[in-house]
Every structure is written in C-alpha cells, then in structure tokens.
Nanobody
C-alpha cells in the first residue's frame, strides 16, 4: 500500500504563490506517473498537472504559464509551484500516483486546501 502525504496548502491573496508537495511511501515512486488534481465545491475533480515517470508533462489550459509541476525521485516527492494565483484556483488539491498495466496503481492523497482571496 502506498501512502501519499500532501503539504503546502493555505490561504493566499490573489496574485500570490504557493508550493505544494506530495511525498510517497515505498519504493515505486520513480516508475510511477504523478499528478495534481483539484476539486472546488460543487464541481468535479479535474486534472491540474501531471508528470510521467519519463518526465513528460502536461497542464490544464487554465494553469498553463502559472503553475509548474516537478518531481524529485530521490525524495519520492512531486511538487506543484503555483504562481499568480486567482480566486478561481481555490479548491482542495489532491496528489495522485498512477501506473497502468500490469501494475494498475492508482493512489490518492488526503488533499490539501488552497484558498485564494480576492
């Protein structure tokens, strides 16, 4: 069983920055695909950014140019640097670890709240 522990959320003013971290237990991190998702009240969970095990990165259009995802395999940690935050970025942010067949891994963190005030 893999555990994902997120940190770095909080309250920030519009235009500010936050850095989220997610650390995974165990030894599978380096071969797993990692992603950050968010869920705002009344909305579906959506992908924010993802980085594969071979460092292929993609972002949601709404965060391109403002957010940066990165990973440190030596620390089993994935980061999400969030700049120029907007009130619409307010959500619970979740870390996800995934790898398809034959592993079928799909693990989630507990979530961390990000609130951006206007």
């Amino acid at each position: 069983q893999v555990q994902l522990v997120e940190s770095g959320g909080g309250l920030v003013q519009s235009g500010g920055s936050l850095r989220l971290s997610c650390t995974a237990s165990g030894s599978i991190f380096s071969i797993a695909d990692m992603g950050w998702y968010r869920q705002a009240p009344g909305k579906q969970r959506e992908l924010v950014a993802a980085v594969t095990s071979v460092e292929i990165i993609n972002y949601a259009d709404s965060v391109k140019g403002r957010f940066t995802i990165s990973r440190d395999n030596a620390k089993n940690t994935v980061y999400l640097q969030m700049n120029s935050l907007k009130p619409e970025d307010t959500a619970v942010y979740y870390c996800n670890l995934k790898r398809g067949q034959p592993f079928s891994w799909d693990y989630w963190g507990q979530g961390t709240q990000v609130t951006v005030s206007s």
